[in-house]
């Protein structure tokens, strides 16, 4: 069973207003990653991080920013929340040098911004 | 540029009956491919993977698929289904060691009783 987790698993928010999605592994996985998943199910890789300090926007272009201080911590902020940014957020991890591509994967944050 | 193509967004099917779930992307040239499945409100877990070796490949709750390089083809199978299947089907493909995924659309399965 993966161990990874995110929080909060639902956020009703405000217009305007700074939030941040927490990940979190213990796995000692290098490999992490942000996608955002639109009510349609499809996932868009918005954020990706190969190791500490390492940090790399994805194939969709996100207002979002993220961090990577810490192997097991990789947090997303949104500095100024709008409507646009209500969606499903996933973070996952993988091994480097692992089976590559089987990505693990928290239960997501469900963020509505009204 | 790579992609993946899920030819069926949604897939209504009864109890018991067979279900198969068609997944085509891009590029034959050193893929590994993958299915995950999403329950309702839960995060995507892997169902099964082809990295190479056999290509028809068996995975959890009685699913399999077949990889076809030919066709460029990676489908997704059950013999019988359940209700507990009611669920988001992903297909996802790497097409180096250790690159991104690229997923599918996704489909969407609902079993009726």
């Known amino acids: 069973e993966a161990d990874i987790y995110q929080t909060p698993r639902y956020l009703v928010i405000g217009t305007g207003k700074k939030i941040t999605l927490e990940c979190s592994q213990t796995m000692g996985h290098d490999k992490m990653y942000w996608y955002q998943q639109d009510p349609g199910m499809e996932l868009h890789l918005i954020h990706y991080?190969?190791?500490?300090?390492?940090?790399e926007k994805g194939d969709l272009s996100s207002e979002s920013t993220v961090s990577r201080i810490r192997t097991e911590h990789f947090p997303l902020t949104l500095e100024s929340a709008r409507p646009s940014h209500t969606s499903q957020y996933l973070c996952a991890s993988t091994l480097a040098g692992g089976p590559s591509g089987e990505l693990f994967f928290g239960e997501g944050s469900r963020l509505t911004v009204l | 540029a790579q992609s993946v193509t899920q030819l069926d967004s949604q897939v209504p099917v009864f109890e018991e009956a067979p279900v198969e779930l068609r997944c085509n992307y891009s590029s034959s040239v050193s893929v590994y491919l993958f299915w995950y499945v999403q329950y309702p409100n839960q995060g995507l877990q892997l169902l099964l993977k082809y990295l190479s070796g056999s290509t028809l490949v068996k995975g959890i709750n009685g699913f399999e698929a077949e990889f076809n390089k030919s066709q460029t083809s990676f489908h997704l199978r059950k013999p019988s289904v359940h209700i507990s299947d009611t669920a988001e089907y992903f297909c996802a493909v790497s097409w180096a060691a250790g690159n991104k995924l690229t997923f599918g659309g996704g489909t969407r399965v609902l079993v009726k009783p």
């Open positions: 991080s190969y190791g500490v300090n390492s940090t």
